[in-house]
């Protein structure tokens, strides 16, 4: 199964997807099994009697940048009674290998490359984005990379994230099969969304310096992803999820029960302990950028917000959603309702 973890801005995609991973398939080396859904990790011998329990510092820490990455010294067993046998150092080295091959050097996230609103709202109807011609040299290289490694993986369910659009999305689908993919896509108010999608301009910087737009590529990014999510609600092998709910009541994929990120107990309805503790405070947000994009996609203009280099018919802001809100079940927020305890 190809599971997609996708949608809002903010929902954190890379740190839920390794959780998804972990929580939906098993994992082995020789005859021991790890369990990487719990904190800390935990390894049971062929009896299913524990003989290691990961005691690193990195999994005490308060941080989404929990990377299920540790070094070889912070596994150290942890003796529950007699008789159990201690891993040798060949054992413990494969866990720490499976651990970063998986969850970080596998973890495949596609930031915006599946992503094009002019497609997925049919302002545009050419094949021509689609059929990958050597003018997509970046997405055609991307597309394929997704299908050949989800092919070639040995996990039973084979995780990805980033943004994806219907019309990639449901070419992927053609190609593997609807039956052999899930797509999670998880939506979140969008003044919340918005609120801690804010960075420092030392960021945007340096964002600039990679070849991206700085801050300007950062607030089209937002709403390309936001109309992406909105453009696959109705597919039929995608299954719509609100950040809110799994925040307060957590979150079940293929009835396997996922174990959150740290920092994931939510502070409020709309932010987490972690938003709260380490974001907000930052400061980066306040109730004037939060009331500017709230007008923005009360009333969405994609001509008056993103850069088309294209001519475009005189009704074309008519293919768009005009309320974000509205259209995935939400209504606008303030910065105090936001960020205030109740």
């Not at 005490?60 to 009674?81: A, C, R």
């Not at 040995?154 to 190609?175: H, M, P, R």
């Not at 740290?262 to 950028?289: C, K, R």
């Not at 280099?309 to 927020?333: C, G, M, R, S, W």
Request: hydrophobic fraction near 35%.
């Amino acid at each position: 199964m190809l599971i997609i973890v996708c949608g809002s801005e903010g929902i954190h995609k890379k740190f839920l997807a390794r959780k998804v991973i972990a929580a939906t398939n098993n994992f082995k080396v020789e005859d021991y099994s790890i369990d990487f859904n719990c904190y800390p990790f935990k390894v049971y011998d062929k009896n299913n009697n524990l003989v290691y329990q990961n005691t690193s510092r990195l999994s005490q820490k308060y941080s989404y940048s929990d990377k299920i990455l540790f070094d070889e010294g912070d596994l150290d067993p942890i003796v529950y009674g007699e008789g159990i046998n201690q891993l040798d150092d060949s054992i413990s080295k494969q866990i720490l290998q499976l651990q970063n091959d998986l969850f970080l050097g596998g973890l495949k996230y596609y930031r915006d490359i599946f992503s094009n609103s002019e497609l997925d709202y049919e302002l545009f109807t050419s094949n021509e984005t689609t059929d990958f011609t050597d003018d997509n040299v970046e997405l055609a290289t991307a597309y394929i990379d997704l299908i050949t490694s989800y092919r070639d993986s040995t996990l039973e369910n084979f995780v990805v994230c980033g943004s994806f659009g219907k019309t990639y999305l449901q070419k992927i689908a053609d190609e593997i099969g609807q039956d052999n993919i899930k797509v999670l896509n998880i939506t979140r108010n969008p003044s919340a969304s918005w609120c801690v999608h804010q960075k420092s301009d030392k960021y945007y910087e340096l964002d600039k310096s990679q070849g991206l737009e700085g801050k300007q590529g950062d607030r089209e990014k937002y709403l390309e992803t936001t109309l992406a999510s909105i453009s696959i609600r109705e597919l039929d092998f995608v299954n719509n999820l609100k950040f809110e709910d799994i925040i307060q009541s957590g979150l079940t994929v293929l009835g396997k029960e996922v174990t959150l990120p740290l920092g994931y107990d939510s502070f409020n309805q709309w932010l987490t302990e972690y938003e709260i503790t380490h974001l907000i405070p930052q400061g980066y947000a306040n109730d004037s950028v939060i009331q500017e994009m709230n007008n923005v996609i009360s009333a969405f203009s994609m001509t008056d917000n993103f850069d088309i280099d294209l001519d475009l018919p005189t009704n074309a802001n008519d293919y768009f959603p005009n309320d974000f809100f509205k259209i995935q079940e939400y209504v606008p927020l303030n910065y105090r309702q936001i960020v205030d305890k109740r």
